[in-house]
């Protein structure tokens, strides 16, 4: 089964407009961690946002904000006012904080979604 | 200066060589990884190690051989070289809620 899921493979938004890319995740465990990357046409992985499963809040870095739904195992980007260089792909990755066999430690990505963003 | 770096960046190499993919970090993150992001696949993760001399197989290890003598490095190596193994490689390290990738190698096989 995928630990990571991004059910949008491309979304759209014009300038200045919030957008939502989702992401849910599968893990059994009760401690783990959600992280964020931006890979922009340049290629290098930049990392954006990180949320902690015992976080109380959902964690915001300027523009960026996680929307963490615990019951849902669901852990959505929401970029507000978007930018055109916002423009590019976006990867959710976990990764299993537990010890629960030997898969300990990894970090698992789901497949992405490119954001375009138009003016 | 502080980062994770990998080098070369750019490769080009014959079929049957053997080329090493170097990466090394300055944070001292106990967790290294290396992936390979090939179109249609997403990032597929090769090997990973978790500590100095702790190394596993991830998804795709077949045709790779990595090492972690030291906290800081951790290359990868192709024994072999195919043309199935021309993509783009990335090193990546963590430690708690960081988490950080190096620039990328693109290794074409030629």
């Known amino acids: 089964a995928q630990k990571i899921t991004q059910t949008q493979p491309g979304m759209f938004v014009q300038e200045k407009e919030a957008v939502t890319l989702d992401c849910t995740y599968d893990t059994s465990d009760q401690s783990y961690g959600l992280f964020w990357y931006k890979q922009p046409s340049s290629g290098e992985m930049i990392f954006l946002i990180y949320?902690?499963?015992?976080?109380?809040q959902n964690a915001t870095e300027g523009r960026y904000s996680l929307n963490f739904q615990k019951a849902r195992k669901s852990a959505n980007l929401v970029i507000s006012a978007s930018q055109l260089g916002d423009s590019a792909m976006y990867f959710c990755?976990?990764?299993?904080?537990?010890?629960?066999?030997?898969?300990?430690?990894?970090?698992?990505f789901g497949r992405g979604t490119q954001l375009t963003v138009w003016p | 200066d502080a980062g994770i770096t990998q080098s070369p960046r750019y490769k080009i190499t014959e079929t049957g060589r053997q080329v090493t993919l170097m990466c090394h970090q300055t944070?001292?993150?106990?967790?290294m990884f290396w992936y390979r992001q090939d179109l249609g696949h997403g990032l597929r993760l090769i090997y990973y190690s978790a500590a100095a001399d702790i190394t596993d197989k991830g998804e795709v290890p077949d045709g790779y051989v990595v090492s972690r003598s030291k906290t800081e490095n951790f290359p990868l190596t192709l024994e072999s070289a195919t043309r199935s193994q021309t993509s783009v490689y990335f090193c990546a390290s963590y430690s708690g809620s960081e988490a950080f990738f190096g620039q990328g190698t693109r290794l074409t096989v030629v």
């Open positions: 944070w001292s993150h106990s967790y």
């Open positions: 949320q902690g499963s015992y976080d109380e």
């Open positions: 990755a976990m990764r299993e904080i537990s010890d629960r066999g030997s898969t300990l430690g990894r970090l698992y």
